[in-house]
């Protein structure tokens, strides 16, 4: 794991997204993983003027999404595929189908969850998969726990994250999320990591001292050979 150490969250932004350009030119269709929550949306910003100065970039780019919460229809301005609709996919240009969603309405959401599986498995790998980093080191919806589903699952959430900003708008408190597995994550070609935020000076310490175990989840990206782990200087000031 490379540490890329930035002095505030516009120089992460910036160079993340120079990262994510730089592949991109390379592979004009590759298959982004896209996170959600405040850790991206600097990045996905930074994206978008791209696209609005040269719209053709991002013709062929596809998007699959990292997670979802259980039960929030993707029209809920609170879920995280509008998140990615409007700051994503809108500005970028990304049509439906060039978009892997997580319908977390489905009926059977374990289902649901095989037919991503299913998905993934013809259209990938992930060339870049965009993360970040939760106050207990939950990676997606993976959650601390003594095993982990490799994946793509329903999973439940811990209180730590049903209290995450996102799911105070919502109507309905989700107690499950739709989420990729830490397998098909560690199958990417290439991973980001943006650690921003209040209240990650801890977890943050823990996942850079380097010992790997499923109590922090992230410590897993260790496992892989090509990850760039942006973290902003505040957070270790915090």
């Avoid at 929550?37 to 053709?56: C, K």
């Avoid at 991002?58 to 990292?66: A, H, M």
């Avoid at 989700?174 to 990650?200: D, F, H, N, Q």
């Amino acid at each position: 794991m490379r540490i890329i150490h930035c002095e505030d969250y516009g120089r992460l932004s910036a160079d993340a997204a120079a990262l994510v350009l730089a592949e991109i030119a390379r592979r004009a269709d590759a298959l982004v993983c896209a996170a959600t929550g405040r850790s991206p949306s600097g990045l996905y910003a930074e994206l978008a003027r791209n696209a609005a100065a040269d719209p053709t970039r991002f013709d062929r780019l596809r998007i699959v999404q990292l997670d979802e919460w259980g039960g929030v229809p993707a029209t809920d301005p609170g879920s995280c595929a509008h998140y990615l609709r409007t700051r994503l996919l809108d500005p970028l240009g990304i049509p439906s189908d060039r978009f892997l969603a997580l319908d977390a309405t489905a009926e059977d959401p374990a289902a649901e969850c095989g037919r991503v599986r299913t998905e993934l498995e013809r259209s990938g790998p992930i060339d870049i998969c965009v993360l970040g980093l939760g106050v207990n080191g939950h990676i997606g919806f993976n959650e601390p726990a003594p095993s982990l589903t490799p994946r793509c699952h329903v999973a439940q959430l811990s209180p730590t994250t049903r209290r995450h900003a996102m799911v105070r708008s919502l109507e309905h408190q989700p107690t499950y999320g739709l989420t990729l597995g830490m397998g098909e994550i560690l199958a990417s070609r290439r991973i980001l990591l943006l650690v921003t935020g209040e209240g990650k000076r801890g977890v943050t310490h823990g996942l850079l001292a380097g010992d790997v175990t499923t109590s922090l989840p992230a410590s897993l990206l260790w496992l892989h050979p090509n990850v760039d782990c942006f973290v902003e200087r505040s957070v270790l000031e915090s």
